[in-house]
């Protein structure tokens, strides 16, 4: 599975992120990244570690998947474990 961002909208600073329809989270035009819901688990995430990008219950981690380009533009790799495409 991989994961996507939805579209930078006027007046917000930040994109979500989904696997799949699933939305996990967001990053910032700052590049930050919060995981809201882990795509691994399943599970919401504790509201402590959001703004840390990994999950608190199974280690999953969005920080290790992002590449940010020198255009300021982020992709991001396809995660291990769940592929199913
Ligand atoms: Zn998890």
């Not at 999953?60 to 982020?74: C, I, P, R, Y």
């Amino acid at each position: 599975m991989k994961i996507t961002q939805g579209p930078w909208r006027d007046g917000h600073d930040s994109a979500t992120l989904f696997v799949a329809d699933m939305t996990i989270g967001y990053i910032g035009r700052d590049g930050d990244i919060g995981l809201t819901r882990c795509p691994m688990c399943k599970l919401e995430n504790y509201h402590m570690v959001v703004s840390l990008g990994g999950c608190a219950f199974c280690g999953f981690n969005l920080n290790g998947l992002k590449t940010t380009h020198d255009d300021g533009s982020v992709t991001w790799e396809k995660m291990k474990g769940l592929d199913d495409e």
